[in-house]
């Protein structure tokens, strides 16, 4: 491998969290903790991709990843995407907005490609499905460690299959979008354990956890249990360096909100947030059809946000959110690794 996981000083993970929360300067923070920073391609035009990936190399001299949503085939039909939009308009009109225009893309797959080819970083990672053997092939040739996100066992073969260098084992607790490969299959419920011991018993590939850590007793249970590192989003959505919103920082210390769901709501996909007003008034009629939805309520959830209505947005979250704590990336991942520290 160009770069091993293993060669971390802490072996912890900031993950990519697309849509806000991750910014260059949460990245950088994450890599000069001693871990390893993320720069997500997510809903960003390939130039502001790769915007973003040279302002982490300009804040920080070590290693850093990059992560890429790998299109699928649309799982929409036309009449169920109409069926919602016309669901929706009472959203539309509470926040005075017009509904977005549900249409397909592959989120600028081909040139960010290019990007990843041209900026190099340490580490590129796939979420919802696997690059190409060729494109592959071309990211190796370039000396970047390819990792693949898998839910299941059957993912990680297919992922190891196509020879990327590591895979990020995502459980059930985790917050924002499963990366099952197959939009419409139900997200596997697998305790994350279960799934890592699955995998280190069937491939020789290493592997990186991720879903529901939020503390170093996490931490340092997958280390010893053969993970090559932990991989956190959650623990750091109220990162001094964070994006994260005013709406959702406040969401997650608000006692209104007890409990997380998975929900294809908002996005057409499933994705774990807070249970909101949102989710339980159209979670039941909400199609698949990703990212046809995402794009159809996009406009509404900006509204939502600029409003301050945390009922009308996705806040996304894994189900251990209530330990997120506001502090500077260093002091958060100082205390994911202590006591104890890397297991032996």
Known sequence: MAFDFRDLDVPVLVAPMAGGPST??????????GGLGFVPAGYLTAEAFAERLEAVCRLSTGPIGANLFVPQPSAATPAAVEGYADALKVEAKRYGVAL??????DDDWDAKLEVLLDLRPQVASFTF????????RRLTDAGITTVGTVTTLAEARLAAA???????????????HRGTFDVTAPPSEQ?????????????????????GLMDAGDVRRVLRAGAVAAQLGTAFLLADEAGSSAVHRSALRDPQFTETVVTRAFSGRYARGLRNRFVDEHEVEAPFGYPEVHHLTSPVRAAAVRAGDPHGVN????????KAEAAPVAAIIEKLTDPGGRAD
């Open 162 to 176: 196509r020879g990327v260098d590591a895979v990020a084992a995502q459980g059930p607790s985790a917050g924002g």
């Open 100 to 105: 977005g225009e549900p249409r397909f893309d």
């Open 191 to 211: 305790p994350l354990d279960d799934l890592l011991a699955s995998i280190l018993a069937d491939l020789e590939i290493p592997v990186v956890v991720a879903g």
């Open 129 to 136: 499905g696997l690059p190409s053997a060729q494109e592959r």
């Open 24 to 33: 260059p300067e949460l990245a950088a923070a994450g890599t000069d903790a």
């Open 315 to 322: 806040v996304w979250a894994g189900t251990g959110y209530r």
